[in-house]
């Protein structure tokens, strides 16, 4: 088995080469991630992305990068979370102090913090092609490689590939041998971003507090619904998104141009402030939520595709952990795979696997847990058990240092009993996380 000593992060130019080549299909968070962590341990890595043109977990290791200042920049700032019943009584004021657990989280537009994180790899040297579209995969267990065909006919091999092209991988039929469409989970999204003064954030009297006060986070909850509402940049941008019971069949994309005068409707009797808030976006986004019930398995027959993030795993955006589980998963699979080394790349995957499986699902319920908890919500309710979780099993993991430790032991369990494929404790939260407050 592989031995390791933490010695610090090396510079890309001093890192041994490990000779393994990489695909990543998908440049969303958990590609970048893979592809800049195996950038870092040595394996040779490209990235195919079919468009043209984060908790403390995630955190730390974004901060191993060198790019905390230029995240932290760009990064909501609210110092607590302030909790209203649909009524706008006060349920719970959640302190959110950074760093977290030695850590910091960055929250903020999705677009702006990945567009760091996009140049970060491209200063890397890795290589990107943008306009590839994967649509078909194969392994070729003989001569140990993997392949990807693009909508043009053209193909790519590698050590490796590594879907993360989304909730509608097409890497999954081929990962799993059966197709498993996503299915609705009930609820549905309205999201918005704009800017406050332009749309009069800042001269309604119901709407002020999100600027004059600098950065702010408020939730309403109750009735199945919740609605988040955070500015940032000083109180300088508005961004709100509302999770609402939606049960519409999904045919094509599940995101599309929503309605204000929808969304509105479905507050007109709740605290004043929500309406005001929402009624000032000159758009938003109704994203329908998907779900996958656990997959058997994340990795191929021969162990050389490999879904990551949503790919493997969609989360409830309840949860708060979709982009930082996609993270891990890709710096868990750059660790495994330099510890196993080129001649034995099967044996790295189906290790990541097992050491991320039960970890993801136990963060997958938790976020429907707290869905739950808060469209349960009456007028009147308070207290610390409506706070957004944030527990230590969560937040203060470690991901590369547990990839190091655990290696060895389920590597060696997998050459002496050979691969089966993962299990799960149930559906029921592990002890560790029904220990959340």
Not at 25 to 34: D, E, P, Q, R, Y
Not at 139 to 154: H, S
Not at 324 to 329: G, K, N, Y
Request: negative net charge; charged residues 25%.
């Amino acid at each position: 088995m592989a031995e390791h000593q933490d010695q610090g992060p090396l510079p890309s130019n001093g890192v041994r080469d490990t000779g393994i080549d990489v695909i990543v299909v998908g440049a969303g968070f958990g590609g970048i991630a893979c592809a800049v962590e195996c950038k870092r341990k040595g394996h040779r890595v490209m990235i195919l992305e079919k468009m043209l043109g984060l908790g403390v977990n995630a955190g730390r290791i974004l901060a191993r990068w060198g790019l905390h200042e230029k995240l932290w920049a760009i990064s909501r700032t609210a110092g607590e979370l302030q909790i209203h019943d649909y009524l706008g009584g006060l349920v719970q004021v959640q302190k959110v102090t950074m760093p977290l657990f030695g850590a910091f989280a960055y929250s903020g537009h999705r677009a702006s913090l990945h567009e760091i994180l996009f140049e970060h790899a491209k200063s890397l040297g890795i290589e990107i092609r943008m306009g590839h579209h994967a649509v078909e995969y194969w392994e070729d267990e003989a001569n140990g490689k993997a392949g990807v065909k693009i909508q043009t006919g053209e193909t790519f091999d590698a050590d490796v590939i590594v879907a993360a092209d989304g909730v509608k991988s097409t890497a999954r039929e081929f990962v799993i041998g059966y197709r498993d469409n996503p299915k609705p989970s009930g609820y549905a999204i309205y999201r918005a971003w704009f800017e406050a003064e332009e749309h009069g954030i800042t001269t309604d009297p119901l709407t002020d507090f999100l600027s004059i006060h600098g950065d702010q986070v408020h939730a309403w909850i109750g009735k199945d619904v919740h609605i988040i509402v955070s500015s940032s940049r000083g109180g300088k941008t508005i961004c709100w998104f509302l999770t609402h019971k939606d049960n519409a069949a999904v045919d094509g994309d599940w995101s599309s141009p929503g309605k204000i005068e929808d969304v509105v409707d479905i507050v007109k009797d709740w605290d004043p402030r929500c309406a005001a808030i929402i009624s000032k976006a000159p758009s938003c986004i109704d994203w329908k939520l998907l779900i996958h019930d656990p997959l058997p398995t994340w990795v191929s027959k021969s162990g050389r595709v490999v879904l990551i993030g949503d790919a493997a795993h969609p989360f409830l955006p309840s949860s708060v952990q979709g982009a930082s589980q996609a993270i891990e998963d890709g710096l868990t699979l750059a660790v495994t795979l330099s510890l196993a080394g080129k001649d034995d790349v099967p044996l790295g995957t189906r290790t990541w696997e097992s050491i991320r499986y039960q970890r993801v699902r136990d963060a997958q319920l938790l976020g429907e847990t707290t869905r739950n908890k808060w469209h349960g919500v009456k007028a009147g309710d308070s207290g610390k058990c409506f706070e957004l979780p944030m527990p230590e099993w969560l937040m203060a993991f470690d991901a590369e240092a547990h990839a190091y430790a655990a290696y060895d032991g389920i590597a060696q369990s997998i050459v002496e009993d050979g691969y089966h494929q993962p299990t799960l404790s149930g559906e029921e939260l592990t002890e560790e996380v029904k220990e959340t407050p």
